[in-house]
């Protein structure tokens, strides 16, 4: 049977209510969930101040969220089967709402780190669950507009965290970035309980919990913990230099290979990895993978640079980042517009290459002398290509799989996209550290030569004339030297970042040329199996 008679065969569901009201709903749960994983990033040295914690323990905040928001992801389309979509989609905007709630009122570090384990764990099922719920509820020819408004919750949010937690910290409180969920999921829960509904594909199944598979679920949740603390820390703890370090990278290594080979034989895995036997949808979550390292790691690198090397204020540094987001909201739309008329890999490929010279622009003009405007016209060029990445490379990563894994792929994709996250930050946080010592060794090696002593002379002098003492002059002419010497360094270690990242962009250009080619007016076609 061919596929074009296997689609007309199908009958087609449609939501009761309009699928553009539905969308916005559960963007409302994607968006909250989004922003809690970058929202406390700029909060962590007032909570280690008032919980008399250290900021190296203040940082679990963040790990603790991220270890059990992977752990859940790519399990979510197990539990729609148990419990089925909207009944599992609703338990979670609850329990998020709830745990944001005990986050607020946390008395101690434990106490915080507990609360953001259970925020982290009910967040995983809100990011795939959305995009799902969006997948069914907009027709197929429209299916470009349905992943742009998913876009705008799921990538802008990241952007929009720092600004929106360094500004309720600094006049509130920092218990308000948890605090400021609780309407938010209030309203997204009533709202999902009126407006969504589930899909025959997606109601409950006759699985029951005695029915679990408690060891793939074991080799999961050990495995991507022990990865994810690897990541966070591993820059921190000298990498392979610390036995903390190899333990758990052993371990994580040792439980997802299990993972992966227990779970391809399973009935009714917690995890289908049976999913990644067609290389398209593998190909397409190498790309997200990719996608997700590119995001978080531009959205740690600029800010960073623009604070600790050109004096820019928190809230600076956030306008900067804001005007990127604003772009990258205006372009989604489009984005959508273009991947409902023409096949999403020449869409996506012209988006790789879009973001490519975006990272070579970066590389060749970013410098210590950089304007705001300038800055601003960085982020931009950096973020917009996303739009034209993520609207289709979500679309056409559907192409081929059966209506009934939408679930299982929606939690997937999620899943590759925030470990690349943390894949990118764990990326920018080694570069910065390990090529700024070379640069610094390679620059301090200049300062010997005789232009570098004549500056040095030279700025002596200057001090020297302006009233300092001569002995005086000498030690600030030579320690400024060494602070431009720094900056310097630390300055193209931030370009090296970008050259990085240039690089694993352009690799993805060919990847996109090398996957199916999707028809925009019929959307992703249904595999005959």
């Known amino acids: 049977m061919s596929t074009a008679a296997t689609i007309s065969a199908e009958p087609i569901w449609k939501p009761k209510h309009n699928h553009w009201l539905v969308g916005a709903v559960v963007s409302i749960a994607a968006f909250m969930e989004v922003l809690d994983t970058s929202i406390a990033n700029v909060a962590l040295p007032h909570i280690a101040g008032s919980m008399a914690a250290t900021n190296s323990d203040s940082t679990w905040v963040l790990t603790s969220y991220l270890a059990a928001n992977a752990i859940v992801l790519p399990v979510t389309g197990w539990f729609t089967q148990l419990f089925g979509r909207k009944r599992f989609f609703l338990f979670c905007i609850l329990m998020f709402t709830a745990a944001s709630f005990l986050c607020g009122l946390a008395p ?150 299990a993972l992966v080979i227990w779970e391809y034989f399973q009935s ?160 920018v946080t080694t570069v910065l550290a390990r090529r700024m010592q070379f640069h610094q060794s390679i620059l301090a090696q200049h300062t010997r030569s005789t232009r570098a002593t004549m500056a040095t002379k030279a700025l002596a002098i200057h001090l020297n004339h302006a009233g300092v003492g001569y002995f005086d002059a000498h030690k600030r002419a030579v320690a400024g030297i060494a602070q431009a010497i720094e900056a310097q360094a630390a300055m193209l270690s931030y370009l090296d970042c970008y050259w990085v990242f240039g690089v694993t962009t352009a690799l993805m250009i060919i990847t996109a040329l090398l996957i199916k080619k999707n028809n925009p007016k019929i959307g992703a076609p249904v595999s005959a199996h």
């Open 108 to 257: 101690s570090l434990g106490i915080l780190l507990l609360a953001r384990v259970l925020q982290g764990g009910f967040g995983g099922g809100l990011q795939p669950m959305a995009q799902a719920i969006m997948k069914d509820a907009f027709p197929a020819d429209q299916q470009g507009h349905a992943f742009a408004l998913y876009g705008i919750s799921a990538i802008v949010g990241p952007a929009v965290g720092p600004v929106l937690g360094g500004w309720l910290t600094d006049n509130y409180s920092w218990r308000w970035i948890f605090y400021i969920n609780i309407p938010m999921g209030l309203l997204a829960l009533v709202l999902v309980s009126q407006l969504v509904e589930d899909p025959p594909a997606s109601r409950k199944k006759n699985l029951d919990l005695a029915r679990l598979d408690y060891l793939g679920f074991a080799f999961l949740a050990i495995g991507i913990a022990a990865l994810q603390v690897v990541l966070d820390k591993g820059q921190e703890d000298d990498w392979f230099g610390s036995h903390f370090i190899v333990a758990l990278s052993i371990t994580a290594v040792v439980c997802l290979t």
């Open 268 to 427: 009714h895995p917690v995890v289908d990895v049976r999913l990644f036997k067609d290389a398209h949808f593998s190909a397409c979550n190498v790309m997200m993978f990719v996608l997700g390292i590119v995001i978080y790691g531009c959205a740690v690198l600029l800010p960073q640079m623009l604070q600790t090397l050109m004096g820019y204020t928190a809230l600076v540094a956030g306008l900067v980042m804001a005007g990127g987001a604003v772009c990258l909201i205006l372009c989604f739309p489009i984005a959508g517009k273009l991947t409902n008329k023409y096949p999403a890999k020449y869409i996506m490929t012209c988006g790789w290459v879009c973001m490519t010279l975006g990272m070579i622009f970066s590389f060749t003009g970013a410098d210590l002398q950089m304007s705001f405007g300038a800055a601003s016209k960085l982020r931009i060029v950096q973020y917009v290509p996303i739009s034209i990445i993520f609207v289709p490379l979500t679309v056409v990563s559907y192409v081929g799989l059966p209506h009934n894994k939408n679930n299982e792929a929606a939690g997937l994709l999620a899943f590759t996209r925030n470990i690349g996250g943390s894949v990118g930050t764990s990326i």
